[in-house]
């Protein structure tokens, strides 16, 4: 299996998951996917966001919009802070150049995140800069 530049062998991922602190209850013949391995890492972040969800519904249908207009909005604003901002902006009647604005300022700090990690991503040529 390949993922970008790094080669990863079965046994690899197995001597991974075997020394690593959380599968070490695991049974020694059982099966690691890179699928399973990336469930068990990003399960307890999901169970975070789904509290922060459904406060975002009970919120955006006090507005009197429809309760399926939260999920679209959830898939049509792709940041959590951002959608909490639409509320807001969207209960005090501004306008899209506003939304886009604030919307920019909030999420601008994902280029300093980005910066941090150009020189360890350096050899992906033009896809280091998406």
Known sequence: MKMGELELSTNTLRNYCLFSMEFRHLPLNMTFTPFRVALNHSLPVMLGYIPLGMAFGVLFQSL?????????????????????LAVGLLASGAGLVEAFLATLVINVRHVFYGLTLINRYSVSGWRRWY
């Not at 009197?64 to 909490?84: D, E």
């Open 64 to 84: 009197g919009y429809a309760w399926w207009l939260a999920p679209v909005s959830g898939i049509m604003i792709y940041a959590g802070s951002a959608q909490f």
